[in-house]
């Protein structure tokens, strides 16, 4: 037995480290693997928590959203009540004093600030609903042509040129009437923020497979002051604006209108000034 075990131990030596050999190599590569599968199981996490934050995000800003909006639809639908009976009355007026013109100046104002307010009203409305979006087949080359031609007069007037620079035929599924509104929205405030000569650039590309767009991407830059940096975070913001007259309500429609696309909208500054909106569906 002694004898045999004498003569087999170089050899039992031999393949046992020869076996270790493999062993460690086998769990080794065990390793490696469990390595990369651990590295890209982390990045996942890690995308998957952004994913969460920014859904979070979303959400809570959808919850602040709707409880503002049931405030203003509810004030909205006070003041348009007894608006209706101001118009009425300031009607009825301007009969009476038909034949004096200081008076008639007078009742023509009070008409002209109860549309305003009616306007404002009806925006407040529209910001308060769910925008529900129809989507259908359409060309965004065409719908960005329409939305130019409905603004040339304020373009012509502000001594504005309005430029467009994409292929003469980009067909996506989106709403092209909100789209057409929200293009108009985006070209009007740009023609307002210019003063003066100026040059609004809309470009369209169909989305590239790398780009964050699935269907296309699109940007609006103007040649004016740009959005100052205390501002650019509040913009999208129902109510904020700086203007005089302005209502704040057209970015953060714009913006519902976007997100209801399952989009994003961004707002930026070109280098040297003027102001860069980038939508991306
Ligand atoms: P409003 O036009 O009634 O002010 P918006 O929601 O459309 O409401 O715009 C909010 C604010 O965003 C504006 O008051 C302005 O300060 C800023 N803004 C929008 N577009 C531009 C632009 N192209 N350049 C500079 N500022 C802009």
Do not use: W
């Not at 460690?24 to 651990?38: F, G, R």
């Not at 118009?87 to 008076?103: E, G, I, N, T």
């Not at 965004?140 to 040129?161: F, H, I, M, R, Y």
Request: hydrophobic share 40%; glycine share 8%.
């Amino acid at each position: 037995m002694n004898e045999m075990l004498v003569k087999e131990s170089p050899v039992s030596h031999a393949q046992r480290i020869e076996e270790l050999g493999r062993v460690i190599m086998a769990y080794s590569e065990v390793t490696e693997k469990l390595q990369q599968s651990h590295d890209q199981l982390k990045s996942t996490v890690d995308m998957l928590r952004k994913e969460l934050s920014d859904k979070n995000r979303q959400l809570e800003r959808r919850k602040r959203l709707a409880a503002l909006g049931e405030m203003a639809a509810g004030l909205a639908h006070e003041i348009r009540n007894p608006l209706g009976g101001i118009q009425l009355y300031a009607s009825m007026l301007s009969k009476d004093v038909a034949d004096r013109p200081d008076s008639q100046q007078i009742v023509g104002k009070i008409s002209a600030g109860v549309k305003r307010l009616e306007a404002l009203v009806g925006q407040v409305l529209q910001f308060s609903r769910e925008i529900k979006i129809n989507v259908s087949t359409m060309d965004l080359a065409g719908v960005v042509q329409q939305a130019v031609e409905l603004t040339s007069q304020q373009a012509t007037d502000a001594n504005v040129t309005v430029e467009v620079n994409g292929p003469e035929s980009l067909v996506i599924e989106a709403d092209p009437l909100l789209l057409g509104q929200t293009l108009i929205n985006l070209v009007l405030n740009a023609i307002e923020a210019i003063e003066g000569p100026g040059k609004v650039l809309i470009t369209y590309v169909p989305a590239k497979s790398n780009a964050d767009a699935r269907q296309c991407h699109l940007t609006i830059v103007d040649s004016g002051p740009g959005i100052p940096a205390n501002v650019l975070d509040r913009i999208f913001n129902p109510f904020f604006t700086t203007k005089d007259s302005g209502t704040g309500l057209g970015l953060s429609i714009v913006h519902r209108v976007i997100e209801a696309h399952d989009g994003t909208i961004t707002a930026s500054n070109v280098d040297g000034g003027g102001a860069r909106f980038e939508i991306r569906i």
